[in-house]
């Protein structure tokens, strides 16, 4: 059954914050009660359209003592109970507790693991394959770092990808990569394994962790490393050094002042992913509901080249497709971990 005191609850604070706003609040409290009132619209709404189909189901059940009625009330029924259960999911589903993060910007890194060339030419693939995801959605897809190998590849890169719902649908991709292929630089047409580390941070603002300027270091430098993309520009790298946790963050775009608040960015969200992860811990119970356990290390996905084949071990999804998913078309893999993680979560809440 669905929690009616609840439901009660929502609706009676939905229309005092509607109140509120049409009252006019004062300045500093607009934007707090603007997004609180955005996020309970959609449920609302979906409140809504449940409790229509009820008084429906009602209405249409008492027309059915009027013989003249009776047909058009039967129809009317049959209607209204196929279309309930999908409204209760619905409705279900706009109950989930919210992440506070999945509506912003995300800070996306990968970094080669083991596989010496191969895994950075990999890493280069995921780092393609991810910009094309977010063109395809309409996304902002802004390189913040880029180090290249001699082949190519991808020694370490960061991007900062902004748009509608974009730590929402690329959330579940830190982890582990693995590629099963046979290499550009393999003469014997063996199939070698590497793989590549993917973090996906929500970018946080600076009202969210706030940085004593007695905690950080700044140090400028040339950039550098074989084959990168601004070898021998200026000496405008900016590398920062978080002294409490030993975090090392660098930027090496042309201007010093971007690269400093490219890094702080970037600062800001390893730090904020940290406290994210300590509440995860303490929350240990919930989180093994979830879609993996966001570690790192965890391997989560395997792209098999010979067989055409991309596989998630955390809800076991194989799909043959891996030339359109190397391509950048994620919907099916993103819509069906999301879809997973609902599901997990709903059986966790027991909404």
């Known amino acids: ?26 300045a500093d409290e607009i934007a707090a009660i603007s997004r609180e009132y955005a996020d309970l619209k959609p449920v609302v709404a979906q409140i809504g359209e449940w409790r229509a189909a009820q008084d429906g189901i009602a209405e249409a059940q008492a027309m059915l003592a009027d013989p003249e009625m009776r047909e058009l009330a039967e129809d009317e029924l049959s209607r209204l109970r196929q279309s309930l259960p999908d ?50 959605n309409g996304w902002n897809f802004q390189l913040l770092e880029l180090s290249e190998s001699e082949l190519g590849g991808v020694r370490e890169a960061m ?13 579940y991709e830190s982890g582990v990569h693995r590629v099963q292929r046979v290499p550009e630089t393999e003469s014997g047409g063996r199939i070698h394994t590497s793989a590549a580390t993917v973090a996906v941070l929500p970018e946080a603002a ?41 975090i090392i963050v660098t930027s090496s775009e042309k201007s010093q002042h971007q690269n400093r608040a490219n890094a702080m960015a970037v600062l800001r969200a390893r730090l904020y992913d940290m ?28 792209y098999n080249f010979p067989q055409g084949r991309m596989t998630d071990h955390r809800i076991g999804l194989t799909l043959y497709a891996l030339d359109r998913i190397i391509a950048g078309d994620l919907a099916e893999i993103t819509d069906a971990l999301i879809a997973h993680d609902q599901a997990a979560r709903l059986a966790a809440e027991g909404v």
């Open 159 to 171: 991007a900062r990808i902004e748009g509608e719902g974009v730590f929402a649908r690329l959330k």
């Open 275 to 302: 406290e994210r992860s300590r509440a995860d811990a303490e929350r240990a119970a919930d989180r093994k509901s979830q879609v993996g356990s966001g570690d790192r290390s965890e391997r989560i996905r395997t």
């Open 1 to 26: 059954m669905l929690p009616e005191d609840r439901l009660f609850q929502i609706v009676q604070r939905f229309e005092f914050l509607e109140a509120r706003l049409n009252a006019g609040p004062a």
């Open 87 to 136: 409204l209760e999911h619905r409705l279900r589903l706009a109950l989930l507790p919210k992440d506070a993060a999945d509506a912003r910007p995300a800070i996306l890194e990968i970094r080669p693991g083991t596989g010496g060339d191969e895994a950075a030419l990999f890493a280069g693939d995921l780092l393609n394959m991810y910009r094309r995801f977010s063109e395809s």
């Open 206 to 246: 600076e009202v969210d962790i706030d940085i004593p300027t007695s905690d950080i270091r700044i140090d400028t430098m040339r950039a550098s490393g074989a084959g990168g993309q601004h070898v021998n520009t200026t000496d405008s790298a900016v590398r920062i050094t978080h002294l409490p946790t030993g």
